[in-house]
Nanobody, 115 residues
Framework: VQLVESGGDLVQPGESLRLSCAAS????????MRWFRQAPGKERELVAY????????VYGDSVKGRFTISRDNDKATVALQMSSLNPEDPAVYYC?????????WGLGTQVTVSS
């Protein structure tokens, strides 16, 4: 299983950013995908989940209405469109998947929000 995140950047409050995760080494079409984030000194937080078909999504309370998760099963990628970024959003964002009771993680991509 390989998960490679990209798209992290330094943005100003209120701006938008799109993260992407490229997946390989497993049957991408068969599994749900998740984005987590972790900021220094804080607990790891579930940001969003998308089912294998893309028809089911779940969002963390802190990002509802601002973030959108999507996937392209033909390209084996999952994206996180983030809007209205605020000072609570900076963190390392990780793409993850759960297969046979084992969670696989990417190395993460850093999102920084600062004026």
């Amino acid at each position: 299983v390989q998960l490679v995140e990209s798209g992290g950047d330094l943005v100003q409050p209120g701006e938008s950013l799109r993260l992407s995760c490229a997946a390989s080494g497993f049957d991408f079409n068969a599994v749900g995908m998740r984005w987590f984030r972790q900021a220094p000194g804080k607990e790891r937080e579930l940001v969003a989940y998308i089912s294998n078909t893309g028809r089911g999504t779940v969002y963390g309370d802190s990002v509802k209405g601002r973030f959108t998760i999507s996937r392209d099963n033909d390209k084996a990628t999952v994206a996180l469109q983030m809007s209205s970024l605020n000072p609570e959003d900076p963190a390392v964002y990780y793409c993850t998947t759960l297969i046979a009771d084992k969670t696989s993680w990417g190395l993460g991509t850093q999102v920084t929000v600062s004026s």
